[in-house]
Nanobody, 120 residues
Framework: QVQLVESGGGLVEPGGSLRLSCTAS????????????MDWYRQAPGKQREFVAR???????NYANSVKGRFTISRDNAKNTVYLQMNSLKPEDTAVYYC??????????WGQGTQVTVSS
């Protein structure tokens, strides 16, 4: 089984920063973690879940236009963890943030999500 646990969410003022973490365990941990594509998605109230950022096994990244230049995705394979550094946060970034693991066979695994609220 694959388990993903997100952390690092919270309440922050506009312009502030947060760093989210997503740690994999179970069948996704160990040296195999480095082979997986890892994504961050988010879902705001009343809206569909949307793509935020991706990092491949080779370390290539891509971002949604709405976060480009403000968010940075990274990974530490030794810790089975992917991060999302979020700077210059805006109220419209308020959402539940989910990490997603794309397994080698194409299956997707999701964490339980972490709430990010940007408000003064």
């Amino acid at each position: 089984q694959v388990q993903l646990v997100e952390s690092g969410g919270g309440l922050v003022e506009p312009g502030g920063s947060l760093r989210l973490s997503c740690t994999a365990s179970g069948a996704a941990s160990g040296s195999i973690f480095s082979l997986y594509i890892m994504d961050w998605y988010r879902q705001a109230p009343g809206k569909q879940r949307e793509f935020v950022a991706r990092i491949t096994s080779a370390g290539s990244t891509n971002y949604a236009n709405s976060v480009k230049g403000r968010f940075t995705i990274s990974r530490d394979n030794a810790k089975n963890t992917v991060y999302l550094q979020m700077n210059s946060l805006k109220p419209e970034d308020t959402a539940v943030y989910y990490c997603n693991l794309v397994a080698l066979g194409g299956d997707n695994y999701w964490g339980q999500g972490t709430q990010v609220t940007v408000s003064s």
